[in-house]
C-alpha cells in the first residue's frame, strides 16, 4: 500500500500553471472553421489554454504571399493579403486567447523548391531569396503592429518554422535553417525590437546548443529557446549516434523509460541556460492513430508529466486540442487514436479531464511525502486551493510494461475541520466516453441518442469519500486501478 503524507499548515512552493500557457492544434485554415472555434473555447474556458499554436500560417491555402496575374498572366509582381490572419487572430483575441505563431511553411510564390509535407501540402524548401522572404515577414509584422497595437503583440510569440531537424518539414541543412532564423529575427526586431522571437523549434530536443551557439557567434537576437518530445524519442535522445533512417525502422520495438519526458527537460532547460524555454509539442505518442490517445492511459501519462516538469519549463504545449485534424487528411471515426484532447465532435476525452483536474489546483504546491519502501507506480500532486486542498492521485507506468492496480492511504496532518471529501475518477470506468462508445458497435456517425450516451460517459462524476479525523490529523483511503487519475478535494 502506497502511504502518503501531507502537511496542511506547510507554505509550500509556488505553482505555475504552465501548461495552460499554449496548447496546439492543426494547421491555421482549420481555424476559421466554426466548430474547431466552438471546440477551441470551450478548451480555453474549461482547461485554461492562453495561446494556441498552429502549423501553415504561411501556407498557400491562406492567401498570404501570391503571384500576382493580369489576364491570367503572371505580371512577376507578389500580393500580401492577411485577411484570413486577422480572422484567426481577431478570434483568439475575442475569446481571451493570443496565437503562438509558428512562421512556415513557405509560400509556394517565394519557395525555392516544391518539396511539400502533409495531405495539406505545406512547403518544406527554403526561400528563393533572403529579400523576399525577409519583405514577408516584415509586411506581415508590420501590419500584426498597426492593426493590434505594439502593446498586445510583444506579448506575442514568433517561432521560426517547425522541426527543422526533420528532412520531412525542411529540405535544407542545418545551417541553411539557421539562416532563415537570423533574417527572420533581424527583421522582426527592425519592425519593434520589443517583439519575441525564437527557435529552433526542433524535434526530439535536438540542436539547442548549436543553435545557440549559432546566435551568440554572429549576434542574432534570441528571446526564447523551443523545442518539442514526445516518450517515443527516449531512444534517439539516448544514443546520438543513431541514426533517423534506423529510428523509424525500430521504432515499433524500441522502448522508453517511465518519467523520460522529464529527463529530456531537465537536459534542455540546462543547454537553453537564461533564456525561458517552450515545449511547443508534446503528447503521450508521437503517432496519430494510437488509440492510447483516447484511452485512460493518456490522462494518467498526462497527469505524470505535468507532475514532473513544474519547474522547469515556461510553456508546455499539448499537441493538440482537438481531432479536427488534416495532416493526413482527416481521419474517420470518432475514435480513431488522434492527438487530439476532443474528438472531431467536440467530445472529451479521458486526457481533456486530466486537463481539467489540474486546472483546478491551486496555485501553491504542498509537498508529499511517501512512506513504505515497496515499489509502487502511484504518485500524487498535492496543492492548496480557495477552499482547502486538492490531491491528485495517477497510477501509470509505460503501456505494455508491469503495472496493477494498488490502494493507498493519505495521512493529512495539522488538518483542523474538514466539511466534505469528494473524490472525481478517471479510469476504465469513469470518464471514458470510448469504452460507451464500443458497447455501442463503434458507431461510424452516431445518431442524437448515441451522442448523448457517449458525450455523458465522458462527464467527471463527483463522488463522496470517506474519511476518518482525529483531532488534526484525517486519513483517507483509496484504491487506483491501471492507469487510473483520482483528484479528491478536501474542503475545511
Known sequence: MACFKINCKDPGTKLEHYWEKCVGSCRAYTALRADYREQLIKAHRELGFQYVRFHGLLNDDMSVCLPETKFMQPTGKLIYNFFNIDSIFDFLLSIGMKPFLELGFMPSAIASGDKTCFHYKGNITPPKNDEQWEELISRLASHLVERYGIDEVSTWFFEVWNEPNLPYFWSGTQEEYFELYRH??????????????????????????????????????????????????????????????????????????????????????????????????????????????????????????????????????????????????????????????????????????????????????????REGGEETFVEMIASATQHGIRLIAFNHNVFGEPIHREN?????????????????????????????????????????????????????????????????????????????VLAIDIDF
Open 184 to 369: 527572420t529575427a533581424v527583421t522582426l526586431k527592425k519592425v519593434d525590437d520589443r517583439l519575441k522571437v525564437g527557435g529552433p523549434a526542433t524535434s526530439i530536443n535536438a540542436w539547442i546548443p548549436d543553435f545557440l551557439d549559432f546566435c551568440q557567434k554572429n549576434s542574432v537576437p534570441v528571446d526564447f529557446v523551443s523545442t518539442h518530445h514526445y516518450p517515443s524519442d527516449d531512444p534517439l535522445w539516448r544514443d546520438p549516434s543513431m541514426t533517423m533512417e534506423e529510428f523509424f525502422h525500430k521504432s515499433e520495438t524500441l522502448k522508453y523509460k517511465r518519467g523520460c519526458l522529464r529527463e529530456m527537460t531537465e537536459r534542455a532547460k540546462a543547454q537553453a541556460g537564461d533564456l525561458p524555454l517552450y515545449y511547443t509539442e508534446w503528447n503521450t505518442s508521437a503517432t496519430c492513430g494510437d488509440q492510447l490517445h483516447d484511452e485512460p492511459y493518456a490522462a494518467a501519462m498526462i497527469a505524470k508529466t505535468l507532475s514532473d516538469n513544474d519547474g522547469l519549463v515556461s510553456g508546455y504545449s499539448y499537441w493538440t486540442f482537438t481531432d479536427i485534424f488534416e495532416e493526413a487528411g482527416q481521419m474517420p471515426g470518432m475514435f480513431y487514436g488522434g492527438f487530439g484532447l476532443q474528438n472531431v465532435y467536440g467530445i472529451e476525452k479521458p486526457g481533456y479531464r486530466a486537463f481539467e483536474l489540474f486546472h483546478g489546483l491551486g496555485d501553491r504546491r504542498l509537498p508529499v511525502v
Open 408 to 484: 493507498g492511504k493519505i495521512v493529512l496532518e495539522n488538518a483542523g475541520g474538514v466539511k466534505r471529501v469528494t473524490g472525481y475518477r478517471i479510469d476504465e470506468n469513469h470518464a471514458n466516453p470510448k469504452k460507451k462508445w464500443t458497447e455501442l458497435g463503434r458507431p461510424g456517425y452516431p445518431g442524437k441518442e448515441a451522442m448523448r450516451e457517449i458525450r455523458s460517459a465522458s462527464r467527471l462524476a463527483g463522488e463522496k469519500c470517506s474519511y476518518v479525523q482525529k483531532d488534526d490529523t484525517v486519513e483517507i483511503s483509496f484504491a487506483l486501478p491501471e492507469y487510473g
